[in-house]
């Protein structure tokens, strides 16, 4: 099992950019994949996107051409850098590791587009 905790988020206007961290509480050079997802208001949680340790990576559609995931393993920690926010992207963003067959997830951090 892993905990993991989320930061970064904010108030950010439109066409801004903020960089999510969600740091691990052991190495995540062993966990399987970590992920980002996230959940807008009267929405269901969606993917955002997931590395796995062999370094593949899935992000979705509607984001893809917007941000990097990226990894500090000297940190335990893996990012999130999101560019031109738009208000659609306002959500709660959770991370997410799979690790010795169990799903763990972080409590999540706001982030908030609006001018």
């Known amino acids: 099992q892993v905990h993991l905790v989320e930061s970064g988020g904010g108030l950010v206007q439109p066409g801004g950019s903020l960089r999510l961290s969600c740091a691990a509480s052991r190495s995540i050079f062993s966990i399987y994949r970590m992920g980002w997802y996230r959940q807008a208001p009267g929405k269901q949680r969606e993917l955002v996107v997931t590395?796995?340790?062999?370094?593949?990576?899935n992000y979705a559609d509607s984001v893809k051409d917007r941000l990097t995931i990226s990894t500090d393993n000297s940190k335990n920690t893996v990012y999130l850098q999101i560019n031109s926010l738009q208000p659609e992207d306002t959500a709660v963003y959770y991370c997410?590791?799979?690790?010795?067959?169990?799903?763990?997830w972080g409590q999540g951090t706001q982030v908030t587009v609006s001018s």
């Open positions: 590395l796995t340790s062999g370094g593949s990576t």
């Open positions: 997410n590791a799979v690790t010795d067959g169990l799903l763990n």
